[in-house]
């Protein structure tokens, strides 16, 4: 308004939002929930939440890279997504690792923590593979004269899932190979003998025969025998 009465029209206008609530973390997931990984790095998912003035950063935290330890801006997109994924470097020897958000609004209130945890398993199972005889009453001699035998894995480690077994065979110098199966066998190790059996195997040929046998830990680690 002029000194004589007259108003002009609106030429600048704010408006202020007023939010006191903190958004939430709906969910942290690391690697879509799984419970072991055998790498290092793992994606991370936070789902989040906010009715009033929106998520404008979230800050990461525990069994990660120091420099991965910080606040991460939080995206339109990542708004209307309702979730931000992260590419993680988890820290430390092997064990159960966990990871930490919180979230942050536009207005500086910052929600409740939440976590995931995974067990950072890098290290393949160990053991040794003995031959022994169908009934598993003894191992096998160097030279026999039948086709049905069992192998034995003797290890320490209890986390063994499954199993590939092949041969090779040296039949008057020319292979006669089994191959590689494409799938691995499902085991479950018995708490109270340490040897994982397998049973009712067959020799495909005379001559020298090797057996190679895979193991695969709940991990994904893999060891050759």
Excluded: C
């Excluded at 939010?19 to 690697?31: E, G, L, M, Q, R």
Aim: charge should be negative.
């Amino acid at each position: 308004m002029d000194s004589v009465g007259n108003i002009g029209p609106v030429v600048n206008s704010t408006a202020t939002i007023y939010d006191t609530v903190a958004p939430i973390i709906n969910a942290v997931s690391i690697n879509s929930g799984d419970g072991y990984t055998k790498v290092v790095s793992n994606t991370v998912r936070v789902t989040f939440s906010d009715a009033t003035s929106g998520v404008t950063s979230i800050a990461l935290s525990g069994d990660i890279d120091s420099a991965e330890q910080t606040s991460y801006a939080v995206s339109a997109e990542d708004r209307t997504n309702g979730y931000k994924d992260f590419t993680i470097s988890l820290d430390g020897a092997d064990g159960t690792k966990t990871v930490f958000a919180t979230a942050t609004d536009f207005a500086g209130n910052t929600s409740s923590s939440a976590f995931d945890s995974i067990v950072l398993d890098t290290t393949a199972a160990t053991g040794t593979l003995v031959l022994r005889k169908a009934d598993d009453s003894a191992n096998l001699p160097a030279y026999i004269n039948y086709t049905n035998y069992a192998a034995a894995i003797e290890t320490t480690d209890t986390d063994i899932v499954g199993y590939k077994i092949w041969s090779l065979h040296v039949q008057r110098g020319t292979n006669v190979d089994s191959y590689e199966p494409a799938n691995w066998t499902p085991v479950t190790q018995d708490p109270t003998d340490p040897r994982i059996l397998i049973e009712n195997q067959t020799l495909n040929g005379e001559g020298t025969v090797t057996v190679f046998v895979k193991l695969l830990d709940i991990a994904g680690n893999v060891t050759s025998l």
